[in-house]
Antibody, heavy 118, light 110 residues
Framework: EVQLLESGGGLVQPGGSLRLSCAASGFAFTSNAMTWVRQAPGKGLEWVSCITTGAATYYADSVRGRFTISRDTSKNTLFLQMNGLRAEDTAVYYC????????????WGQGTLVSVSS | QTVVTQEPSFSVSPGGTVTLTCGLTSGSVSTSNYPSWIQQIPGQAPRTLIYSTNTRSSGVPNRFSGSILGNTAALTITGAQADDESDYYCVLYVTNGISVFGGGTKLTVL
């Protein structure tokens, strides 16, 4: 059974940093691209970033230059390093497995809440 | 800037059929956009119903189907049930590793 478990969320001041983790199990982690998606309170889903099996990375304009996606294949874990956090980054962050290259998320984690406030 | 369009809301009667659509302001949606449909009950994590246009995720009832209709992606629910009342999002691969979500459709079953 595919399982994705996010952790690392919390309350941080504007300008601060957090690192989110997503522990993956139940599938060959090296065989799928992975994606981070976020959802601000009361808002829709927003694509944030993706990393391919070859470690190529892609970012939404809203986070490029501040966020860094990475993966540790020895630990089956996906990361999102978030620097220079802003109030508008407040959201639940979900990791998802991609089924078709960098597209088509098919499994999701339960999410971790990031709150940016002074 | 690429915008993915969805109906903000839709209603269907129990047992009825409804088709939600997903379009691109910049042109037509095709299978190369690998459209996916995600269901989210408020307060819960997203769940993918359909990926890569028309592939049903494991455990998804066959009353959910995906297709390309004209220049949009479509999610059809045949024989709607009360627990289909939810938010539905589409996501499209657009270019250079980037995907974009639509704003979501709030489906009411009544």
């Amino acid at each position: 059974e595919v399982q994705l478990l996010e952790s690392g969320g919390g309350l941080v001041q504007p300008g601060g940093s957090l690192r989110l983790s997503c522990a993956a199990s139940g599938f060959a982690f090296t065989s799928n691209a992975m994606t981070w998606v976020r959802q601000a309170p009361g808002k829709g889903l927003e694509w944030v970033s993706c990393i391919t099996t070859g470690a190529a990375t892609y970012y939404a304009d809203s986070v490029r230059g501040r966020f860094t996606i990475s993966r540790d294949t020895s630990k089956n874990t996906l990361f999102l390093q978030m620097n220079g956090l802003r109030a508008e980054d407040t959201a639940v962050y979900y990791c998802a497995r991609n089924n078709r290259g960098v597209a088509s998320p098919d499994y999701w984690g339960q999410g971790t809440l990031v709150s940016v406030s002074s | 800037q690429t915008v993915v369009t969805q109906e903000p809301s839709f209603s269907v009667s129990p047992g009825g059929t409804v088709t939600l659509t997903c379009g691109l302001t910049s042109g037509s949606v095709s299978t190369s956009n690998y459209p996916s449909w995600i269901q989210q009950i408020p307060g819960q994590a997203p769940r993918t119903l359909i990926y890569s246009t028309n592939t049903r995720s494991s455990g998804v009832p066959n009353r959910f189907s995906g297709s390309i209709l004209g220049n949009t992606a479509a999610l059809t629910i045949t024989g709607a049930q009360a627990d289909d009342e939810s938010d539905y999002y589409c996501v499209l691969y657009v270019t250079n590793g980037i995907s974009v979500f639509g704003g979501g459709t709030k489906l009411t079953v009544l």
